[in-house]
């Protein structure tokens, strides 16, 4: 026994699972294809921009990420590196998804926040930022496109501080930027990084003496050497030093230069980031922490994801592991409905690519196939019956009227809406007084609604007409006494129910809902169904 603990406790150290955020357009895609680069998964890294060519992202695998050149769905991707076992979250970078992500993170040890060097923090950066700190794991700043002009390094880190409220400490400094970058000087062990071209970089080690060394001075020209010494001694003296327990606490983040599509500085960032991120933590539960080695096999689903395969129209459950051992074909307990189910093809992805495995451990990303029983949240485990601490569900922001334009397409148009809001890409809700029963979606992002309409038609054979309606918000509601639900509705509101038969409304402003409060007696109102019940 004691054998067995010691194994899982080797393979729990091996594991380094994050998550890679940042707001759309600052590379964190093309990040992601050069980090499988490194670690053999693929051998030709595509790029999101890459439609001419027919060369797409490997994360990107949904053919309207191919066509728009964006991520719309978090992707699960493993591999192994120096002896670590990697699973890398790929979440979308489109503010329109962004619950996606939030839903993704709750599966995430550790955080890599990607910075555009020329843009500087920005909205969706700062709002997934939050999600992290609340969650307390820690982030790792990998500063992107430093291979064109952007802000100044100094000024970066400021916005860290004012912007975001975290304490950074540089481990390595670019030298010059844009048309001047000419590499990066590594602070932890005194290497220089010299960048040349795309096809030719160089490393050269100081001597004990650092940045004094005269090997280093005389790599560079007279300019750049004393703006890099100024910088670092600068640092020196007034940057935060090195402190892993604060990197750990999620109060101060290590923060690396470079340029993911030049290739430059990721290798460096690879390695420093497996020695310093955490291994897989302590989960929440309804009855105290499960640490990672002390119970069986435990996990919960953070992500269903149809049609992987259209060929075969497939379903999965992604399933993040969080205590004890995987094995295939064993039985679980889904402590949701209390049924015992057999794992039987557990599969690990390279997005859409897959293969079945025998084994897993904490911090593993496993798919399961799901016959239509699986929800996001869904705790499984070998024995007890706890759960794990809840996703949570967020409110939609835009609304649309759906219909079939192909009656005879009933079946397949049910399906398509029933697969996609257990996903969670789409919120549907029903009419139901005055005799009507209209379906209505709510997604948080309008980006969404095209997916929806795209992922309908290509995956179901489904042609819908979207009408918008003008509400803005929804929030579940809790009847007391015997109100009339028919006076709920004016040209401001709309009460429906959602796919659990809970009464929802929905509002066009927020003087509509203080206009109900005021005038209708007896209504409790809630953001999310979590808190109704």
């Known amino acids: 026994m004691e054998k067995i603990n010691q194994t899982l406790k080797n393979e729990v150290a091996k594991r380094k699972t994050f998550a890679i955020i940042s707001h759309p357009?600052?590379?964190?895609?093309?990040?992601?294809e050069k980090l499988l680069l490194f670690g053999g998964a693929i051998r030709l890294a595509g790029t999101v921009k890459g439609r001419k060519s027919k060369k797409f992202a490997t994360s990107d695998w949904m053919e309207i990420e191919k066509q728009r050149g964006i991520s719309v769905t978090s992707s699960a991707l493993q591999f192994s590196y120096k002896g670590f076992h990697i699973n890398i979250l790929d979440t979308p970078g489109h503010q329109d998804f962004s619950e996606d992500t939030y839903r993704t993170l709750a599966?995430?040890?550790s955080a890599v926040m990607l910075i555009d060097a020329a843009k500087g923090v920005e909205v969706q950066t700062i709002k997934l930022f939050k999600v992290c700190r609340m969650r307390g794991i820690p982030i790792f700043t990998f500063i992107n496109k430093m291979d064109r002009h952007g802000k100044d390094p100094l000024e970066l880190l400021e916005e860290l501080e004012h912007v975001l409220g975290i304490r950074s400490c540089p481990m390595n400094w670019p030298i010059g930027m844009g048309s001047d970058f000419?590499?990066?000087?590594?602070r932890q062990n005194d290497t220089l990084e010299l960048y040349q071209d795309k096809e030719k970089q160089e490393l050269i080690s100081a001597d004990p003496r650092g940045i004094e060394d005269p090997t280093i001075a005389a790599s560079l020209n007279q300019a750049q050497y004393t703006k890099l010494f100024e910088d670092i001694t600068l640092l020196e003296i007034a940057g935060d030093p090195f402190d892993q327990e604060k990197i750990q606490q999620g109060t101060l983040t290590p923060v690396f230069f470079?340029?993911?599509?030049?290739?430059?500085?990721?290798?460096?960032?690879?390695?420093?980031?497996?020695?310093?991120?955490?291994?897989?933590?302590?989960?929440?539960?309804n009855i105290g922490l499960i640490e990672t080695t002390e119970k069986p096999f435990s996990g919960f689903i953070f992500k269903i994801q149809a049609n992987m395969n259209p060929t075969h129209r497939d379903r999965f459950a992604f399933l993040r592991i969080c205590s004890g051992k995987f094995e295939r074909g064993m039985t679980v307990k889904h402590v949701r409905s209390g049924k015992e189910i057999r794992l039987a093809q557990p599969q690990q992805f390279l997005a859409q690519d897959r293969n079945i495995i025998d084994e897993a451990y904490p911090g593993d990303i496993i798919g399961i196939f799901d016959p239509g029983i699986f929800r996001i949240g869904d705790t499984l485990c070998l024995e007890d019956s706890f759960e794990f601490e809840r996703i949570p569900q967020f409110p939609p922001e835009h609304f649309a009227r759906v219909t079939n334009r192909d009656p005879m397409k009933y079946k397949q148009f049910q399906k398509g809406i029933n697969q996609l809001v257990e996903e969670g890409t789409i919120q549907v809700y029903h009419t139901f007084l005055n005799r009507t029963d209209d379906i209505i979606l709510g997604v948080v992002g309008e980006l969404q609604f095209e997916v929806f309409e795209h992922r309908l038609r290509a995956e179901y054979g489904v042609n819908i007409l979207l009408d918008r309606l003008h509400y803005q918000f929804a929030r579940w509601i809790k009847v007391e006494g015997d109100l009339d639900l028919n006076r709920i509705n004016s040209s401001t509101t709309l009460c429906v129910k959602d796919q659990e038969d809970r009464l929802v409304v929905l509002f066009e402003s927020e003087f509509a809902q203080r206009w109900v409060e005021k005038n209708m007696q007896g209504l409790h109102f809630y953001i999310s169904p979590d808190?109704?019940?």
Do not use: C
Request: aromatic share 8%; hydrophobic share 40%; net charge negative.
């Open 258 to 285: 470079g340029s993911a599509i030049s290739n430059f500085g990721v290798q460096t960032f690879l390695d420093s980031f497996l020695e310093m991120a955490p291994s897989p933590r302590a989960q929440k539960s």
């Open 107 to 109: 599966a995430a040890d």
């Open 25 to 32: 357009d600052a590379g964190k895609t093309t990040l992601t």
């Open 182 to 186: 000419a590499g990066i000087y590594n």
């Open 531 to 533: 808190e109704v019940e």
